[in-house]
């Protein structure tokens, strides 16, 4: 792992894997990652909300949009693993100017008044010859008016006050996330890494290059100041410029308008020590010219500066290492300036991050310990991707196979058969009515609890025996997870009763108080051209209306294989423990026993028996009782044995042609749960 994103690696999936495919042996081309992209996203969202206390959204660059408000932090769509931890440290740094920038200081008619108010323009003027001119008839030749230009005053102040204060407004910002944040500094360590520490600044501090009396040098060495090799002999003033920075007191500057304030300080100094120009220059220009605050500003025109002496002698810099040179200021401006440039996310690509957003889409790693190859190698396990939301963003994206509106005629049918669920549903809603009951009972002449004011008359005979009780009876809160197997043998009949009994479970839990139903299916998907286990958590009655299931159940298909185990480790967290008053309940509808293979695991056989025994072992120790069905009917058979010995006594082997009466027998529990 390289020093460039070893921050991130203890969490971050970088690209290390083969691509080969598993039966052909040939390459496979990676394509585009979008859930890489997603988690990319959500990590980095989360560093900057974490570091900034603020909901900053994070956005990948869209040559749509325009974020310029400093609300938004906005990074490439194309990261590489080497940029990883620059990327963060950049976001977190844009983060912490949303969070302490003040932005509207910056506008042009503020930052004008500023100019104007604070600086000598005067002298600017006689310096630079910043005057009106007309045109004189006699002199054949345009003239001063005496007039200040206050537009060319503003325009040749304004372009290297603002780089100057970049630099310092980051000096302070910087200084926050230090003392804030420190377990975040080896990000912006590696983000200054990439854009200011290299071998030709270095060089180039230590040697003659950039020591003219010119804007290019100062602007140069100042904002290589905290450079180790920084030389305060190189230019005249370095050392007022220093002093007037006082990082060690960085903390003073509590503003942008204080940081401002020490900016305008250091242009001053520069400026005083900058010569003035032997020939008019063309202070005007155009805008490209004003690019970096340097053309049409160079003092040195006209005539060669003088180089400050250090009494030592220095390397030159060799014409290859001049152009490096170049390149790496261009690279600091960037960065000092904000104009990193970023790829763009197409529109059709951002649909598709924003709808895996929406869902909640991410990869669990799961499997640990499982045979790796045929030799039985045990690995470090695989992905398992875990869909925390079911929208219809989601379904129009077509990302997921399990998840897919492409084929009318099977929506058609899947939602024949949710809309006979519901039906089934609502009778057997209306018999589970009790659960809203409250029963009280009340019991008098105790002699402990609350006067009974029928009694009082009692006491002054000597009778003791004059309080009262009220018992209250009621359902316990219950939570049953409904998880079904969406593997391709349960398509058919088997799938579309199994959907009518879910869906009538559900519907009939949301008649009813303290009944909370959640479900989800197993299936496997196609993640950055690679098998993966996944499982979707389709439903939530606790967040999830039921017209959820009435618009969305009949996009939900059947495409995969049977990563049981797997599914099951990558929702514990998901699934609420039996305890504090609640009773709590995974239920599993299965045909199957457990398959899934891919480049990191091979799951099947004992080794994948043992493992989702575990996996069911660890729900029953947090107090759920867990239900398990086999769903039988078609011409697919299963070892009985192994089935129970995955999921204990209470697994029960039913036909498709049962699963009404299953529907009904789980809500008669459920009445008494």
Known sequence: MSKNYSN???WYDFDEDDNVDILTGAEIKPGKDYHKMAATLRAISNFVRIVTGENIPVKYNNKDESFTDGKTVVISSNIKDKDFDPTVGLALHEGSHCLLTDFSLLKESNFQDYILNNFGIGMIADKYDLYEQEWSDSKDAYISTGIINTRLVYNHIGQTLRQILNYVEDRRIDNYIYKNAPGYQGYYEALYDKYFHSNIIDKALQSDEKTSLDLDSYMFRLINLTNSNRNFNALPGLIDIWNALDLKDVDRLKTTSDALDVAANIFNIIESNLPKPTAKDDVEGDDDSQEDGNEGNNANSGEEATTPQSGTDKTELSDSQKRSLDKAIEKQKELLNGNIKKSNVSKKDNTLIQALQESGSETKTVGKGQPLNWHGTAGEGTNCLVVRSLTKSLVDSDLYDT?????????????????DGLRLGTQLGRKLQIRNDERSLKYTRLNKGKIDKRMVSSLGYGYQSVFSQVFEERFKPAVVHISVDASGSMSGDKWRKSQIA????????????NLDIIISYRSTEYIGNKNTPAIFLAYDSRKDKINKITNLFQYIQCPGTTPEGL?????QDEIVDGSNGVDSYFINFSDGEPYFENNNIQYYGESAYNHTRKQVENMRSRGIKVLSYFIGGGNYRVDKNNFTMMYGKDASFIDTNQLASLAKSLNKMFATI
């Open 8 to 10: 991130s690696s203890f």
């Open 403 to 419: 998840i897919s509106n492409g084929r009318p005629w099977r929506n058609e049918e899947a939602q024949n058969a949710v809309n």
């Open 502 to 513: 879910t869906v009538a479970i559900a519907k009939a839990a949301s008649m009813v108080q």
């Open 567 to 571: 599914c099951f480790e990558a929702i």
